[in-house]
T-cell receptor
Framework: AQSVAQPEDQVNVAEGNPLTVKCTYS??????LFWYVQYPNRGLQFLLK??????LVKGSYGFEAEFNKSQTSFHLKKPSALVSDSALYFC?????????????FGKGTRLSVIA | SAVISQKPSRDICQRGTSLTIQCQVD?????MFWYRQQPGQSLTLIAT?????????ESGFVIDKFPISRPNLTFSTLTVSNMSPEDSSIYLC????????????FGPGTRLTVL
């Protein structure tokens, strides 16, 4: 079975500082990893994904994530946070060896960027 | 990408009644899913909507409570039956287009409040 852990319920960061939102995963085969963002009263938006290739993946709004196979992690990062980045962030995984299965989501991390 | 619409966008219902949520996609999709997001929680998969056959339900969800239809490749419905206040959630339709390596797209959600 596949699973995702987001160890932090809340991350606070000052505007202009770098941010990291942590994610670790567990799959039996090869992982297919995503980050999504949910702004208040809005739907889920795709940020970035990792299938294969470069471990550093760049996505929307200046976000990037680094795939680390040995640590089974896929942390989301941004060099300089904006107040507008404040939202709920979800890490998700699909096991590529499990056929047409839906994404499994972590519990989410609320990011608060303070001006 | 895909444009996904859900109807209704929100509803307030009385205990014991049922509500049917519609999901319409602007293109044919490979996979279609229904998720629930309870207040302050992550996304939990309810079921995979299969075209022309019974949906595949996750543990803890049953067809009598959440009947699902998918008559074609672009449309699905989820019914929340015999509602109780515990069913108050956001219900999200989600799709994958083409290869299973692609990201999942999410509808805007249906915010359900049961009194």
């Amino acid at each position: 079975a596949q699973s995702v852990a987001q160890p932090e319920d809340q991350v606070n960061v000052a505007e202009g500082n770098p941010l990291t939102v942590k994610c670790t995963y567990s799959v039996s085969g090869n992982p297919y990893l995503f980050w999504y963002v949910q702004y208040p009263n809005r739907g889920l938006q795709f940020l970035l994904k990792y299938i294969t290739g470069d471990n550093l993946v760049k996505g929307s709004y200046g976000f990037e994530a680094e795939f680390n196979k040995s640590q089974t992690s896929f942390h989301l990062k941004k060099p300089s946070a904006l107040v507008s980045d404040s939202a709920l962030y979800f890490c998700a995984v699909r096991d590529l060896n499990s056929g047409n299965t839906p994404l499994v989501f972590g519990k989410g991390t609320r990011l608060s960027v303070i001006a | 990408s895909a444009v996904i619409s859900q109807k209704p966008s929100r509803d307030i219902c009385q205990r014991g009644t049922s509500l049917t949520i519609q999901c319409q996609v602007d293109s044919q999709v490979t996979m279609m899913f229904w998720y629930r997001q309870q207040p302050g929680q992550s996304l939990t998969l309810i079921a995979t909507a299969n075209q022309g056959s019974e949906a595949t339900y996750e543990s803890g969800f049953v067809i009598d409570k959440f009947p699902i239809s998918r008559p074609n490749l672009t449309f699905s419905t989820l019914t929340v039956s015999n509602m109780s206040p515990e069913d108050s959630s956001i219900y999200l339709c989600s799709v994958v287009i083409g290869s299973r390596y692609n990201e999942q797209f999410f509808g805007p959600g249906t915010r359900l409040t049961v009194l």
